[in-house]
């Protein structure tokens, strides 16, 4: 008897050898493509490819809810100083509530998607989430957000397989998407726009417009807040004679600071705010984190604050720990626990504060 799963579709090669794949796994598969832009047709790649493989295809307009979710909020912390992370809000807030819904919806309990990750059984049976076997592509990082109880209702066709197999599987099947280039990290990214500058655009929401300041003077003037981002060196338009960096953001004054020394980037104490645990058991030592999508996960140990913030202390400093980016934690055979957002708040505070 076969199995029901609605599989979220793009359009792209990676859902579309998903489709390829749960097919072969004897799935009977509904395709639900997420419109999130206006004013724009249907991907033809993907009527294309959702009549060849003979698998109906559901169109849910999402883009109101995506501007208001995902876009506008974004714009936001942008303003505010932040870097957020739109991708890891997207997940939550928009795709896989909008997908579950229509699952629900159809009568229908597993969902899958094109994402590169896996799935791993616990000792007690449960679901728990673990990178994919091509580490270029792993997403897991992503999908920290998801709740344990969604993880059980998900399926990653790709998680076992490199994106060259991917790519050699969809030209042996004929599919009119194989040699379509992959997208681009972000829905709505402009290409040559900083992502900052591009939701500003879109939802008129700039950061303020302040001094750049070296060594506590003046070097400079800059036009928003939302086109920075800590540790950034290229497109300041300083001057200083030699390579300068972005150290922090006053998203009250609109200064930047800048440093010379990289040095001063590094951080190995940082708070993490809104955490979601995919996992009951979570060890104070012995885990990994990582506080960016293409960075390497580092040693930590954590100290808990609240029922949702903690402490992490790195066992080396790591260079531009910054405000509004993921820290997704991992355990030490690589599993994802869960993750939570770095916290704005400075320095000087967390010296200060005890862990519980």
Known sequence: MKKNILLAMSGGVDSTVA??????????????????QPDTPVDESLQQSCEMLKIPLVIKDCCEAFYRRVLLPGAQEYASGRTPNPCCECNEVLKFREIFNTADELGI??????????LAADPDGALKLVPARDPAKDQSYFL?????????????PLGDYLKSEVRELAQQAGLVCASRPDSQDAC??????????????LCRICGKRGKFIYQGKSVGKHPGIHRYTIGQRQGLGVALGVPAYVKSIDPVKGNIELCTDQKELENSRFKVDRLNWQSA????????????????????????????????????????????????????????????????????????SQPQ
Request: charged letters at 20%; proline letters at 6%; hydrophobic letters at 40%.
């Open 188 to 201: 709505f990214q402009i290409p040559g726009e900083c992502c900052g500058d591009t939701l500003s655009r």
């Open 19 to 36: 489709a390829l794949l749960l097919k072969q796994q004897g799935f009977e598969i509904t395709a639900v493509n997420l419109k999130l």
């Open 281 to 352: 058991n979570i060890p104070f030592h012995d885990l990994m984190v990582r506080v960016r999508y293409r960075s390497k996960s580092v040693p930590c140990t954590i100290s808990a604050l609240t029922e949702d913030s903690c402490i992490v202390t790195l066992a080396a400093p790591q260079r531009a720990v910054t405000p509004g980016q993921a820290a997704v934690f991992y355990d030490s055979e690589g599993s994802v626990l869960g993750g939570g957002v770095i916290s704005p708040a400075p320095e000087s505070r967390l010296e200060n």
């Open 109 to 118: 309990t597993l969902i899958a998607t094109g994402h590169y990750a896996k």
């Open 144 to 156: 920290y957000r998801l709740a344990k109880e969604s993880l059980q209702r998900c399926r990653f």
